[in-house]
């Protein structure tokens, strides 16, 4: 059973940092594209920023040079820092990821269960 579970979410000032975290447990042979997606209130969750096994990245033109996003593949593990955050950065941050749990199995999209990121003063 593969599981991911994101971590670093609070209430933070409008401009101020917060550093996400997505780790993946479990029975892992692979994992490739990782992704973070965020929902507001009343509105569909978007893509926010994706990174490659090879560490290609793309953001949402919204968070472009205000987030990062990262891995670490010997901990299975997925990053993004948010600066300058802003009111409207408000959401539910969900990762996702593409896994292969074993080596005679294709892979499949995981979901973690999210985490609240609020900005407000």
């Known amino acids: 059973q593969v599981q991911l579970v994101e971590s670093g979410g609070g209430l933070v000032p409008p401009g101020g940092s917060l550093r996400l975290s997505c780790a993946a447990s479990?029975?892992?042979?692979?994992?490739?594209?990782m992704r973070w997606y965020r929902q507001a209130p009343g509105k569909q969750r978007e893509l926010v920023a994706a990174?490659?096994?090879?560490?290609?990245?793309n953001y949402a033109d919204s968070v472009k040079g205000r987030f990062t996003i990262s891995r670490d593949n010997a901990k299975n593990t997925m990053y993004l820092q948010m600066d300058s955050l802003k009111p409207e950065d408000t959401a539910v941050y969900y990762c996702?990821?593409?896994?292969?749990?074993?080596?005679?199995?294709?892979?499949?999209?995981?979901w973690g269960q999210g985490t609240q990121v609020t900005v407000s003063s």
């Open positions: 996702n990821a593409d896994i292969r749990y074993a080596i005679h199995t294709g892979s499949k999209a995981y």
């Open positions: 479990g029975s892992i042979f692979s994992i490739y594209a």
């Open positions: 990174i490659s096994s090879g560490g290609s990245t």
